[in-house]
């Protein structure tokens, strides 16, 4: 008798060290380690083992049984899980202090009450279909809910029949239950899979703006050469019955630089013309002509701050991205009675203040303004959710486009962040995130020079033109020798240094391709420079303005042409370079 308390006290000091590690590990935010739970009940069944062979014991001495049976459940009572005795019914006849507080009630309380009733609805079917087995097996396990105090806790319970534990006939056929409240591991699974669940979808995202970006470049190369000869045909054919099919080819290919530039959005490296504006002046500006097209079964309400909130933007970015958060919001609602609520608020995002975010801003931390558009219409479900923002993808039925992954380029390009909520039957919530900008006495508009007086420039001349693709480089040539120019064509940037060097020729620009092997066109910018040479270069690319580096875009003698570019255009952008040289 003495070896068994001996042995109850040293499982009882056990337990409690464990407890207070383990209570240790949960409030440093720890994954918690459920093996030595695990070893202490394996301990403890044990001991229900000597129990039980000391009840056979114990013929002399009936008291001697009863009072190890309370040692043991004031062991218990110390156990880092929940310990319980259901009746053959499965209603519990004795609890441990550890499982009251899992269940937020008293052991008073919780005696005399079904077990089954402290179990998620979902999950009945889960512990009834292991019930069987629990009583023939020890060692089973299961994973269900069981009401806590305020809400439902995730917890493993393990089963076992009760051949130690005695009593009143209540205890015949009883079995033992150990509970182990998992809810904090589950909450950090739980936060896991939504942070792998952001990494991919940031992956994914930046993925796919890479092979855009990357498709986008080499499109816009091959219109150049599309659209550069269907102009020198037009311009140089006589027959009447053939404008008309070459005409349709200059259409085409100015419809498929369009897409382009649409996928070149969804990449994070469209056009952008940044300014410091109000958002809200700005929406309150569009607000008449989103209500002209939002049909008037759908109301079409406008929350918007009184204070003034100052973000850098492309206005008319802002307004894509509005108009088409507004057509989707209405055709979301359908020929239905509906409501559309457009909000801005100023939120402050840290640590303590995440959202959930599909794009997340560059920064998240600091004041936001938020643009919220709310409807009443379908909602998504979530495996809709996590596609909306691939290219092409629709719902609807004759839709396709890239709007929305146009949004999620726009915003990426702004440093700002997307989020969603929506739920099917209960609408949807786009939400906006830009930074706000702490400064206010500077323009941050960046805009091409503005004077005229290159408008009316004889083209005369030499251009050297450099270009590593050969048809690009042909149709170039074409066109500048259209405009006026004599053309000296390089395959690279290191041929037209070298010529450069060697020769005085006066040349009145350089045209330089921006992505070339050897030199590409920004290193032959500075090795020119190195030589003291202040020759106007004049970028190209299928890529925008923005991938110029600040101080080279501003320089004065620097211009920037993305292609496919057409006759008039390359005009006004080299004409505008010489003006300045000269000037």
């Not at 550890?98 to 609805?121: M, V, Y």
Request: hydrophobic fraction near 40%; aromatic fraction near 8%.
């Amino acid at each position: 008798m003495a070896n068994i308390q001996s042995e109850s006290a040293a499982l009882r000091k056990k337990a409690e060290s464990l407890l207070s590690k383990l209570n240790k590990q949960q409030t440093k935010g720890e994954k918690l380690d459920l093996e030595p739970v695990k070893a202490i009940f394996k301990d403890l069944f044990g001991r229900l083992e000597k129990l039980e062979t000391s009840y056979k014991e114990s013929d002399s001495l009936e008291k001697e049984p009863e009072e190890t049976q309370n040692q043991f459940w004031q062991l218990l009572n110390f156990a880092p899980a929940g310990f319980l005795v259901l009746n053959s019914n499965g209603v519990i006849l004795q609890a441990n202090a550890t499982f009251a507080r899992i269940a937020g009630q008293s052991i008073e309380k919780l005696l005399q009450t079904p077990f089954i009733e402290l179990i998620h609805p979902d999950d009945k079917n889960v512990y009834n279909s292991q019930l069987k087995s629990m009583k023939h097996l020890s060692g089973n396990e299961i994973e269900i809910r069981i009401r806590g105090y305020n809400d439902y806790l995730w917890a493993i319970v393990s089963g076992q029949a009760n051949r130690a534990l005695t009593g009143s006939e209540d205890y015949e056929g009883s079995m033992l239950f150990a509970v182990t409240d998992i809810s904090y591991k589950k909450r950090v699974e739980k936060e896991e899979k939504l942070l792998c669940q952001r990494i991919n979808n940031f992956q994914q995202a930046e993925s796919l703006g890479l092979l855009a970006s990357g498709m986008a470049h080499d499109f816009n190369n091959i219109l150049t050469v599309i659209m550069g000869n269907a102009e020198m045909l037009e311009i140089n054919n006589k027959q009447d019955d053939l404008q008309l099919f070459i005409r349709g080819i200059v259409s085409a290919s100015g419809k498929a630089a369009k897409l382009v530039g649409q996928i070149l959005d969804y990449s994070g490296e469209g056009q952008s013309k940044i300014e410091k504006l109000d958002a809200n002046h700005l929406i309150k500006d569009i607000s008449a002509f989103l209500r002209s097209f939002v049909p008037t079964t759908i109301g079409l309400s406008f929350e918007l701050e009184k204070s003034e909130a100052r973000i850098e933007c492309d206005p008319e970015q802002l307004k894509k991205l509005l108009i088409n958060a507004t057509i989707n919001a209405y055709e979301a609602i359908g020929k239905e009675y509906g409501k559309i609520a457009v909000k801005t608020t100023t939120v402050e995002l840290g640590p303590d203040k995440q959202v959930n975010f599909i794009l997340e801003p560059e920064s998240a931390a600091g004041k936001f303004l938020c643009i919220e558009i709310a409807d009443s219409g379908c909602g998504m479900t979530n495996e809709v959710k996590s596609r909306i923002f691939e290219p092409f993808f629709t719902t609807k039925p004759a839709g396709r486009g890239l709007s929305l992954a146009g949004a999620l380029g726009t915003i990426k390009r702004h440093f700002g962040g997307i989020a969603v909520s929506s739920e099917p039957g209960k609408g949807t919530s786009f939400r906006l995130y830009f930074p706000i900008t702490q400064l206010h006495n500077e323009d941050f508009s960046i805009q091409l020079h503005s004077d005229r007086s290159h408008e009316e420039l004889k083209m005369s001349g030499t251009i050297m033109l450099i270009d590593d693709e050969e048809e690009v480089r042909t149709a170039g040539q074409n066109i500048l020798e259209q405009l006026g120019f004599q053309v000296k064509a390089f395959a690279d940037g290191c041929q037209a240094l070298k010529h450069i060097i060697a020769t005085s020729d006066p040349v009145e620009i350089a045209m330089v391709d921006l992505t070339m092997p050897k030199m590409n066109g920004l290193d032959f910018f500075m090795e020119l420079r190195k030589l003291g040479n202040e020759l106007p270069v004049l970028f190209c690319s299928g890529y925008t303005r923005n991938v110029l580096p600040a101080d080279v875009s501003k320089n004065s003698l620097v211009g920037f042409i993305q292609k496919p570019y057409n006759l008039k255009n390359l005009r006004r952008e080299i004409a505008r370079l010489i003006t300045r040289n000269r000037n």
